[in-house]
């Protein structure tokens, strides 16, 4: 990854031979009315890791970024046969909290990461740790996100209020406030759809709110319609047979649910799923793979949830087992589509998805 200069320190870790290495299928309920599963856990290593999991490909290599219990930042990669030992950088500025946000821009790898000073810390390629924060104060993770040909970062001040900043690949752009004075209490989201980097947070009222960039300015804040109250940081997708921006989100009372926006028409008010019985914490994922929506949420039972969108919603909700402690999140990698998440045991483990069909 770039420099080695700051990766000198490494932690016990297995080498799991490949992505696809013991990843046998689950027995789960109405698997048939879905287009594939997911298959067994495989953990990634060893190492004691708190919050989300988060991974980027750069160069046909996977970088999968955790943050660990002792508060380090932790790396591994994959490059198509075997899992590298995790590993962290040699020296950091403060111990971090919460979930990585790594990105690739221009070919390289950018991670922040917030520290227990409450700053915003970037490294590019690996190299050493750079403020970002200038005068200002954070209280959740940052999220990054690339549109155009822009780096962005996101986050929410000790005000309560959401912020950004930008690289161009020469200078950055100081931070400045985008919410209309709206306030976030969990980490901001951002997905670049339609034309748009499409900005979403949730707010202590309950609301999601959502304001747009086309690359000169702002259309200006809006709270996603619908009677329901929501919780934890919500996520957005846009699904490209439809035209349309799915967003999901956990209602107070700990269901799943979603919204729709379609250009020119508006949001269509949020929508709690049928038929799963659990209730639901955290911020949910969705992934398009092959035209369909791969859904995960993590119960409140710990176990992780699945279902799948093809232009109409199944009526089965998968399980996926036990051990989910945080946000899950899927990627793409070499043609696949891969689960990953941080146990309760604080452990890092990748599920892969199999098409239904290919058999194991």
Known sequence: ??????????????????????????????????????????????????????????????????????????????????????????????????????????????????????????????????????????????????????????????????????????????????????????????????????VFWTSEDGSVYWNRWDGSEWSGTKALSGDYKVQYAPYAVGYAPEKKLYAYAVTEDGAPAWNVFTEGEGWSDWKPYEGLATKVKNQPNAYVYEDVQHLVFTGADDHAYYTEYDGAWSDEWADLGDNYAWDPYQYEYDGGLYLTYTGKNGSVYVKEYEAAGDGY
């Open 1 to 198: 990854m770039g420099s080695e200069s700051g990766y000198q320190r490494l932690i016990k870790g297995i080498a799991v031979s490949g992505l696809t290495a013991v990843l046998v299928g689950t027995t789960i309920s109405g698997v048939l009315a879905f287009d594939g599963e997911y298959g067994k856990g495989s953990k990634v290593g060893g190492g004691d890791y708190k919050a989300s999991t988060y991974a980027v490909t750069a160069d046909d290599t996977l970088y999968q970024y955790a943050t660990g219990t002792d508060g380090s930042a932790y790396y591994t990669t994959y490059d198509g046969e075997k899992w590298a030992e995790w590993s962290a950088w040699e020296s950091q500025p403060s111990k971090y909290t919460y979930d990585p946000a790594p990105v690739v821009y221009a070919d390289e790898t950018y991670v922040t990461y917030r520290g227990e000073d409450e700053k915003y810390y970037l490294s590019v390629g690996g190299g050493e740790w750079t403020d970002i924060s200038g005068k200002w104060t954070f209280k959740y993770a940052p999220y990054a996100n690339v549109y155009g040909e822009k780096l962005y970062i996101y986050g929410v001040g000790n005000d309560g209020y959401v912020y950004w900043k930008h690289y161009d690949g020469a200078e950055w752009s100081k931070w400045a406030e985008i919410g209309e004075q709206t306030t976030s209490a969990y980490e901001v989201y951002a997905v670049d759809w339609n034309g748009y980097d499409n």
